[in-house]
C-alpha cells in the first residue's frame, strides 16, 4: 500500500495541506473499504492551485491495475458517487492523461482579477474606482472617500487613476484645484469651468493651489460659523441653507516632488498641505496627494487624516510600508493595478479619451448625449423609440437598448406608467 504520507511529498508547504491530507486518508479509506477497488491503486497525489480552484488529483497506477473499470465507473454504486458523499464534495474523473480522481479542496482565494478594465462611465453619486477579484466592482460614496493618498513608480497609472477621479468629481459639479508639475495629467482640464484656479504647472502655481484650497476652508468656515448650532459636515451645513457649498476635490500630482523642492517637510508647501488635511473634510474638501515615493517625514504628519490609500506598483516593500502600513504593493505586475488599506487589491478603471470629454455639470451629458435629446424632443416628445436611437446614432437594436439602460440608470431618462410604461427623457 502506498504510505499515506505520500500526501505531504506533493503538497508540501501548502497552506491547504492538512486539508488536503485529510481528504486524502478519506479517499483511501473508501477505495480500501469497497470490495471493488483497493487503496493502493493510487500511485500519488498532487495539489493544484489556479486561479479559481484548489484541486487534489489522486493519481491512479493505471498500468498496473487489473481492472480499471470499478475506477471509472458512474452512477448510483460507483467509487466516483460514493467518494462525493462521503466527503461532501465535488468529485470528477479525470482521464486526459491517464486516470485521476480529482477532489475540490476549496475556491481559490486568487480568482481572476482583469488586467485592463474600461471605465464604465459616470454614475451620479457614486466614485467608480475599478474592479475587484472576481470581477465585483468597486464603487464607493464621496463622503466616505476622506482623503486621499495615492503611490505608484513611474507608469504604475497614478495619472490615469487621478484622472478618473477628477473627471467623476467634474460630472458631480465639484470645485477643482489641481496641480500638476509635470503638465501630462490635467491638460485636458485646462478650460473647465469649474477650476478655482487655473491647473497648476509651475512650483509657484502649485504653493498657490495649497493657499487657494485653505482660503477656500476659511471662508467655509465663516459659513458654518453663521449658522447657530455649527453644522458637523457639509451635508448638514447643505440640507439647512439655501446656498448650498460644492464638494471641493484639490489634487496634488508628483507631491513629494513638490515638497522636496518648496523647502521639504517643514516648508510653506507641505505644511499648508497638512493644514488641508487636517481641516478640509467637514467641509467637503477631498485632498488627493499623488507620488512616485513618499519620504517618511512628508507623509507622517498627513498619513492618518489620508483615510483612503492605494499604492500602485513601486519599487521597495518599505513605499509600501509607509502607504499602506503592510508590504505587498512591490509585488505588483501590471500598470493600473493597486493595493489599497481599504479593498484590497484593485484594478483601476482605465479612462479613454472619450471619458475626457466635458459633461454638463449638472446633468452629467455630453454635448452629443444634449444633441440627441433635442432630436428625441423634436420627433418623438422625449420617447427614447429604439427605431429613433438606431437611425440617429446608425446602430444596431442591441446597442441602442443598452444606451436606454445607461440614460435610464443615470437618471436622464424614466418609464412613464401612463404612456404605457414608453421610456421617456427625465424631468
Ligand atoms: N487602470 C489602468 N489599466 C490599464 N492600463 C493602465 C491603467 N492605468 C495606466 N495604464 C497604462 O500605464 C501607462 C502609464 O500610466 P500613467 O501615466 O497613469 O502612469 P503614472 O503612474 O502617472 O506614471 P508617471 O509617474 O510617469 O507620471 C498608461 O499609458 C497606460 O497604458
Ligand atoms: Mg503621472
Redesign the pocket.
Given at each position: 500500500m502506498i504510505p499515506e504520507k505520500t500526501v505531504g511529498l506533493h503538497a508540501k508547504k501548502h497552506r491547504l495541506e492538512h486539508s488536503a491530507q485529510h481528504i486524502a486518508k478519506g479517499v483511501l479509506a473508501i477505495m480500501r473499504n469497497r470490495t471493488d477497488t483497493e487503496a493502493n491503486a493510487v500511485e500519488k497525489w498532487v495539489l493544484v492551485e489556479n486561479e479559481f480552484l484548489i484541486v487534489l488529483f489522486a493519481v491512479l497506477d493505471d498500468a498496473n491495475l487489473p481492472n480499471l473499470a470499478p475506477y471509472l465507473a458512474t452512477g448510483k454504486n460507483s467509487l466516483i458517487y460514493h467518494l462525493q458523499t462521503v466527503l461532501q464534495r465535488p468529485v470528477v474523473l479525470s482521464n486526459h492523461s491517464g486516470v485521476r480522481v480529482a477532489v475540490l479542496v476549496s475556491r481559490s482565494e486568487k480568482s481572476h482579477l482583469s488586467?485592463?478594465?474600461a471605465f464604465p462611465g459616470w454614475r451620479k453619486g457614486i466614485l467608480q474606482i475599478?474592479v475587484r477579484p472576481g470581477e465585483k466592482p468597486l464603487n464607493t460614496r464621496w463622503e466616505k472617500l476622506g482623503h486621499l493618498l495615492i503611490a505608484?513608480?513611474?507608469?504604475?497609472?497614478?495619472?490615469?487613476?487621478l484622472r478618473s477621479i477628477t473627471i467623476q468629481a467634474r460630472s458631480e459639479g465639484f470645485k477643482l484645484l489641481l496641480a500638476d508639475p509635470?503638465g501630462?495629467?490635467f491638460s485636458f482640464m485646462e478650460d473647465a469651468s469649474q477650476l478655482l484656479a487655473p491647473v497648476a504647472n509651475t512650483l509657484e502655481s502649485c504653493e498657490n493651489i495649497v493657499e487657494a484650497a485653505l482660503q477656500e476652508i476659511i471662508r467655509r468656515t465663516d459659513c458654518f460659523n453663521l449658522l447657530a448650532n455649527k453644522p458637523d459636515n457639509i451635508d448638514e451645513y447643505n440640507a439647512r441653507t439655501k446656498e448650498e457649498l460644492p464638494r471641493l476635490l484639490v489634487v496634488l500630482d508628483e507631491f513629494n516632488g513638490t515638497v522636496m523642492a518648496t523647502g521639504g517637510a517643514r516648508g510653506d508647501f507641505a505644511q499648508k498641505t497638512t493644514q488641508i488635511a487636517w481641516r478640509g473634510a467637514k467641509f467637503g474638501v477631498h485632498l488627493v496627494l499623488a507620488g512616485?515615493d513618499f519620504a517618511k517625514d512628508i507623509v507622517g504628519p498627513v498619513r492618518e487624516q489620508m483615510s483612503t490609500r492605494f499604492c500602485?506598483q513601486v519599487s521597495n516593500a518599505s513605499t509600501s510600508k509607509v502607504v499602506l502600513g503592510k508590504s505587498g504593493a512591490e509585488k505588483i505586475k501590471?500598470?493600473?493595478r493597486a493595493l489599497s488599506n481599504r479593498w484590497g487589491m484593485v484594478?483601476?478603471?482605465?479612462v479613454s479619451k472619450a471619458n475626457l470629454i466635458q459633461r454638463d455639470p449638472v446633468s452629467g451629458m455630453t454635448s452629443n448625449e444634449k444633441r440627441l435629446a433635442v432630436h428625441l424632443k423634436e420627433q418623438a416628445n422625449g420617447q427614447m423609440k429604439l427605431s429613433l436611437l438606431q437611425d440617429y446614432l446608425k446602430v444596431g437594436e442591441r446597442q441602442a437598448r443598452r444606451l436606454r439602460a445607461d440614460w435610464l440608470s443615470r437618471g436622464l431618462a424614466e418609464k412613464v406608467p401612463h404612456q404605457n410604461n414608453g421610456i421617456y427623457l427625465a424631468g
Open positions: 488586467k485592463n478594465v475599478g505608484g513608480m513611474t507608469q504604475a497609472g497614478k495619472s490615469n487613476f509635470d501630462r495629467t512616485q500602485f501590471h500598470p493600473g484594478q483601476t478603471y482605465l
